[in-house]
């Protein structure tokens, strides 16, 4: 019986719920929405079926047809990654975007609580992983974009080098950066940032061990790997350059956006971790204050890339989620002395205040947390009808009828369902190009000259259609030859 309440009392059964929350957390965008949401999501769809179809990782862009090869893409291997699962399980892509950012999010939580957990922190820090919020300015762990994947490595990263010093933990460390470099070099960037004080902390008091991580983090700049030791190179040469932000999201919003209990908790666990001392502690401490040092620099100085700025807030709330577990584990061991008066009338709850106040902070940081990541409100940029109208055309639209022509906010995904280009699309902001076609769907598509100089014979439009070269073959799809075009 005493087994099976150590068992029950175990972090094993408190991560349960902690994974059942990040897989929540995660599925909120998605949960009732059953296709990509972020335009960052269609991208990377449109990406991983053009290297299902075409068998490579140079294919023509998406949006544009003809010749434009995306090669080098720097996010080409998040892509790979993506489209090997596909092929070898079957699983159609619109199920993984929709349901695989829960399962890295449970992931990049798992790696975290295991990074803890030899600490005594790991359910703690879990838990407040579980937080880090996704939204369309800086994305995030609940969209399907590199960012998300690469996350998880940080604190695998992190387990690797604070536990293990063999020729084996170095040469993971290395496949570990590749990996984060060849699916999203700014994660890559960041992992090295966090990693510089523990290593400069190691080749003071343990050169090899410092050595050794040292020569795993500079091996891809010296080597020629391709498309990954330039883009490694550009990403770190651009924290040196000064430009002005792109969009105005600063620190202190994301920070109360994550949550100031875990924040309080994070500044407390950093008092903790200084207090014990050690290489292992200051490099999590110092790791945590040059990332955000990075931070800072950018949002108040300019220098840097939005890139890294942007990314880099996840990075660190993935950091200060670790020490906000080292924050809530001493909360848990308050006691208080049994010599107080106080103790002897309170009884068996004066050996559990740590507890009770751990319950406290933890119910009010979910209460406060979960609405607001359920409140939060995603664009969609398709719906159900407009779906399944491009699977249709997909399907059933013989091959010669190449571009299209719709909403350039719809265009995206059209791309990205049926690999056929279309004329314009709505990207980071609308274009001229943009507002032309508008202009022309909403005419009623009556020029068929413009059809033909642009090379289009699909239109998709619930616009009532006034052009007699359109033949209907479905509601809202009209179909143009071009046999006779100039």
Known sequence: MTTVWRWVGSDYI?????????????????????????????????????????????FPD??????VLLYPNPEVGYNVFWSVLHMISGIPLVTIFRFFPS????????????????????????????????????????????????????????????????WWSYLLLYIFLMFVLAIHAPTGVGLIIILVPYIIFNLIGDFFHGLGMAAALTLPLLFKFPWISSILKDETQ??????????????????????????????????????KGGK?????????????????????????????YFRGLHYMMLMVSVVAGVGLMLTRKIRLPESLPVSARLGPLAGNVGNILCVILISLTLWIAVPDRQD???????????????????????????????????????????????????GEAPTVKDAEVVRFLSDGCKD??????????????????????????RQYVYLLDLSEAP
């Open 62 to 67: 998406p949006w544009a047809g003809g010749g």
């Open 103 to 166: 399962i890295m999010f449970m992931l990049t939580v798992l790696a975290v609580y295991i990074l803890g957990r030899r600490e005594g922190f790991g359910w703690e820090a879990a838990l407040f992983a579980c937080l880090i919020p996704t939204t369309i300015g800086i994305l995030g762990p609940a969209f399907m974009v590199p960012v998300a994947l690469g996350l998880a490595f940080i604190p695998l990263s992190l387990f690797i080098v604070f536990n293990y010093r063999a």
């Open 14 to 58: 408190k991560l349960i719920p902690v994974l059942a929350l990040a897989f929540y957390i995660g599925f909120i965008p998605h949960q009732e929405y059953p296709y990509p949401v972020h335009l960052d999501e269609w991208n990377n769809y449109a990406y991983s079926q053009a290297i299902i179809t075409s068998h490579s990782i140079s």
């Open 238 to 275: 651009g924290l040196l350059t000064a430009s002005e932000l792109s969009r105005n999201v600063s620190l202190p919003h994301i920070m109360g956006t994550y949550g100031y209990i875990p924040a309080m908790l994070g500044a407390a666990g950093v008092a903790v971790l200084a207090f």
């Open 376 to 426: 939060n409100r995603y664009y969609h940029m398709i719906e159900e009808e407009d779906y399944q109208a491009f699977v249709w055309i997909n399907e059933n639209v013989d091959g010669s009828y190449r571009k299209g022509i719709l909403d350039p906010w719809k265009a995206t995904a059209f791309s990205a369902i049926t690999g056929r280009p279309v004329v314009t699309r709505i």
């Open 448 to 473: 068929t000259a413009y059809l033909k100089n642009n090379g289009v014979s699909i239109v998709y439009t619930p616009v009532t259609v006034q052009n007699p070269d359109l033949v209907e073959v």
């Open 280 to 308: 292992k502690y200051y490099g999590l401490i110092f790791g945590l204050l040059l990332l955000l040092l990075m931070l800072v620099v950018r949002y108040k100085f300019h220098y840097g890339e939005d890139v890294m």
